[in-house]
């Protein structure tokens, strides 16, 4: 995949993560689209590392968005344990 379509499924994962995990975020809609991007890229990493499961084999397979989510999901919420003790 190109780096074009790794920040749209970034941008794409962490719009998904938000829905899924609602509520009051401190950094707002941008802090959230970048936490997608590095979501995106956690969660292929994590899921070649302990699944071994090709996450880059293309924009439009299952394990590609399952890993983005999860890595994005994984993020805001570490996110927001990290803001919420400032």
Request: net charge positive; glycine share 18%.
């Amino acid at each position: 995949m190109g780096i074009l379509a790794w920040i749209l499924l970034g941008l794409l994962a962490g719009i998904i993560a938000k829905f899924l995990m609602p509520g009051k975020d401190p950094g707002g809609i941008i802090i959230t689209m970048l936490i997608g991007i590095a979501g995106g890229l956690l969660g292929g990493w994590l899921g070649k590392v302990i699944f071994g499961v090709d996450s880059v084999d293309g924009f439009f397979e299952l394990s590609t968005w399952i890993a983005a989510i999860v890595g994005s999901l994984i993020l805001l919420a570490v996110y927001r344990l990290v803001a919420r003790r400032r």
